[in-house]
């Protein structure tokens, strides 16, 4: 005659293999789809695009990134400038190509050693900002070109002598930061202090829409490039604005010398 409990334990045992082996297989397949998808945001990231946050004023009005307001969250494209060159008129993301760009620039990374290394591989997939401080303005003038602004003669910026079309740049702004200033900044058809050179080969002059109030290759004249970037150091080319939802759209690269 049986004794029922021996059924009874084997069904048990039958019973929590098979939930662990579901448990198995769960994680396993969880495993298989993280790796995918780290894999593919590896990918985009590296080669194809990636996001990055506008840090500053200038380039009101093209992008937000004004005190008191949500900074735009932009999109550029890694893979345009690995077959042909910056064109005037594009909005570049670039790594400061000298310590004069630095300014109070502080570095994202934590202090701890082991949090810093975290950080670093975090950033391969986007998860993070990368160690470096990273601008964006518009070019202006490219390897070769003179470019150029006197006051005196009222005609702006020149790229070889031609004066540029530049829709991008909210005059209206310009006034109410020179006005703001009491005329220090934004004072002039230059809304700055005149300049002029011509731009090394390899290299890319760029400037803030908003113009008046931006750091841009005219206040680093002083460093190794005479305050222009080498093509080396561009990420990408800006292309849309992806947050807040209510800017979603493309950014324009309307050529200033057409």
């Known amino acids: 005659m049986r004794d029922g ?13 098979e939930k662990r082996s579901g448990w198995s297989r769960l994680v396993k397949e969880v495993a298989i789809v993280v790796a995918i998808v780290l894999a593919l945001m590896f990918v985009f990231t590296q080669f194809f ?5 506008v840090p500053s004023e200038s380039m009101e009005s093209t992008l937000h990134g004004c005190a008191g307001c949500t900074n735009d969250r932009i999109v550029i494209d890694k893979m345009v400038y690995r077959f042909s060159d910056p064109e005037p008129g594009d909005v570049i993301v670039f790594k400061a190509p000298s310590e004069s760009w630095d300014d109070v620039w502080q570095s994202p990374r934590s202090s701890n050693a082991v949090v810093h290394k975290v950080q670093d591989v975090l950033s391969w997939f986007a998860l993070q900002p990368p160690d470096e401080n990273n601008l964006v303005k518009r070019v202006i003038a490219t390897g070769g070109q003179r470019v150029e602004c006197h006051n005196a003669d009222g005609k702006g910026v020149t790229v070889d002598g031609k004066p540029l079309d530049e829709p991008y740049i909210d005059k209206d702004l310009q006034v109410d930061t020179s006005a703001a200033t009491d005329g220090v900044l934004g004072k002039g058809s230059c809304y700055g202090k005149d ?17 008046s109030n931006s750091a841009d290759s005219r206040a680093h004249q002083g460093d190794q490039y005479h305050g222009t970037v080498p093509i080396s150091d561009i990420r990408g ?11 979603i759209g493309g950014v324009g690269d309307h050529d200033p010398q057409g």
């Open 237 to 247: 080319k800006v292309r849309f604005v992806m947050y807040p939802f209510s800017r």
């Open 49 to 53: 695009f990636r996001q990055y946050v």
């Open 195 to 211: 300049f002029g050179l011509t731009v090394p080969d390899g290299n890319v002059w760029v400037m803030g829409d908003n113009r």
């Open 5 to 17: 409990s021996g059924d009874a334990t084997g069904s048990d045992t039958t019973d929590g293999d």
